[in-house]
């Protein structure tokens, strides 16, 4: 597609329960990028996926969140367990060159935990 | 402290005025400098992009960077009311290549 795709859009789901977050970068973008936004706040990182390197996990907030990625195509967040807190906006990213910035982002899910 | 600085505003300023948004950041190692626009419930858009020092400047919008102060600025001139969002400031290193960092974003509002 022309531009980054996320789904789903919303997720409502129970307290406890886990759920999974896909992201189609756009064609040919070796780094993929995935952040939260809680309402009223700025981006915070998450995980950089950045070509055949290996991941920069380095802002994921506890082992209940984990994210793969299939080669330079579509990527999946996994929170399992799922709290309140994790309630949140949750953008991908993508850009053509690892590390040079020019990122170009998807509409977000929104992950409501009830 | 954050690596990256920005005050959250929220600023309103009359249409038609010159507006001014502003980052500072910690880390000398960030040589690519953006600044992205995002509106209500919607993913950020790439407004501008800049690599090291310089101005660059494309239609309204020119992005200042002095990496000597570790400074970078937004100025949007001729500004309008859909001009109005909130704008994040994001860096990212070269060598070796690294996460973006963003700014907790400024509220931007464009009274008519």
């Not at chain 1, 996926?49 to 299939?70: I, M, V, W, Y």
């Not at chain 2, 100025?75 to 690294?98: E, G």
Request: overall charge neutral.
């Amino acid at each position: 597609g022309a531009g980054v795709s996320q789904s789903p859009s919303n997720k409502v789901t129970e307290k406890g329960k886990d759920v999974e977050l896909r992201c189609d970068p756009i064609s040919g973008h070796t780094a993929l990028y995935w952040y939260r936004q809680r309402l009223g706040q700025g981006l915070e990182f998450l995980i950089y996926f950045q070509g055949n390197s290996a991941p920069d996990k380095s802002g994921l907030p506890s082992d209940r969140f984990s994210a793969e990625r299939t080669g330079e195509s579509v990527s999946t967040l996994t929170i399992q367990r799922t709290q309140q807190e994790d309630s949140a906006v949750y953008l991908c990213a993508s850009s053509f060159t690892p590390g040079q910035g020019e990122a170009f982002f998807g509409q977000g899910t929104r992950l409501t935990v009830v | 402290q954050k690596e990256v600085e920005q005050d959250p505003g929220p600023l309103s300023v009359p249409e038609g005025a010159i507006v001014s948004l502003n980052c500072t950041y910690s880390n000398s190692a960030f040589q690519y400098f953006m600044w992205y626009r995002q509106y209500s419930r919607k993913g950020p858009e790439l407004l501008m992009y800049t690599y090291s020092s310089g101005n660059k400047e494309d239609g309204r919008f020119t992005a200042q960077v002095d990496k000597s102060s570790k400074y970078i600025s937004l100025f949007i001139r001729d500004s309008q009311p859909s001009d109005s969002a909130t704008y994040l400031c994001a860096m990212s290193a070269r060598n070796p290549a690294s996460k973006i960092i963003f700014g907790s974003g400024t509220r931007l509002s464009i009274r008519p």
